[in-house]
């Protein structure tokens, strides 16, 4: 009993540590281009928007689909049966400017700091591949992150993606979000298991409720992958993505986000040290 009373505490107190810092932030946040002030609301609204490269606009995006062209070659030699849990193959790519560089552009930062409402911290980029699978395990599980109260997963289709590349699937907030008794049902369950299979979902939260993102090449997901409820398909085919990590600066558990630069993934051989951006001189990277 005591344990749960100073829990009840510590957690109240970091929330009302949370608020204010809101507050005190709020007068900060940087202005936004007319046009942003759309993705700005409906992210707060949906906890999702999806755009793509050329809406976007920025300078940096050939660069960083170029470099995505050498490197994905290189991924996924080996002989890969579906009926195996295959794991995707992921490249920490940080230190390359090509990548880094697009994930810090001023106008996206600051998209993402008026939606967070916090300084924001750039944790890093991950180039993936994902491979056919059958059953569904880790990921590929309905999950929700918890590295912090907000965390914005910016998510690029580098193929065109449509059912058998198994997308970016979420469930809207009308269906999970508190007051519904979803969110304790959903919540119990992740606890418990680390996961929950579409078979558990369906019992919940029907399937004709899911939301599929399929999208052609250069596709981008604006995902709050904290607030949604969320989990990539299962697959026939290959899928290749880059996933882009921010949160408040810093998170909640910053223990949760250093994959996206330490050595928990390799990094591609050809990274030359005279042409990697230095985590040391990154400001918005949290270490």
Known sequence: MPNNIQEKISSLSFELDYQARLKKHSK?????????????????RDGIYITNLAELGFNSSSQMLSISDQILPT????????????????????????????GSEPRLLNIIENYIGLPVAYHGVHLRKDFPNEN????????RDIEDRRVLKVIVYLNDVDTEQGPF????????????LNYYRIKY???????????????????SAWKSCTG?????ILADTRRLLHHGT????????????YTANPPKQPQLCTHFWDNSYPKPDFIRASAEVKVDDIPTLVK
């Open 28 to 44: 900060n946040l940087p202005p936004l281009e007319p046009g942003d002030r759309q993705i700005l609301n409906t992210l707060k």
């Open 75 to 102: 991924m996924g030699q080996a002989n890969y049966n579906s009926a195996s849990e295959n794991h995707p193959e992921i490249y920490i790519v940080t230190d390359l400017p090509e990548f880094y560089n697009w």
């Open 136 to 143: 569904q395990f880790a990921t590929l599980l309905w999950h």
């Open 169 to 180: 699937e979420y469930v809207p907030l009308a269906f999970t979000s508190l007051p519904k």
């Open 189 to 207: 369950k992740i606890k418990n298991t680390g996961g929950i299979d579409d078979q558990t979902l369906n019992q919940i939260v029907p399937k």
């Open 216 to 220: 052609k090449a250069g596709t981008v």
């Open 234 to 245: 299962l697959r026939t085919q290959e899928r290749s993505t880059l996933f882009f990590a």
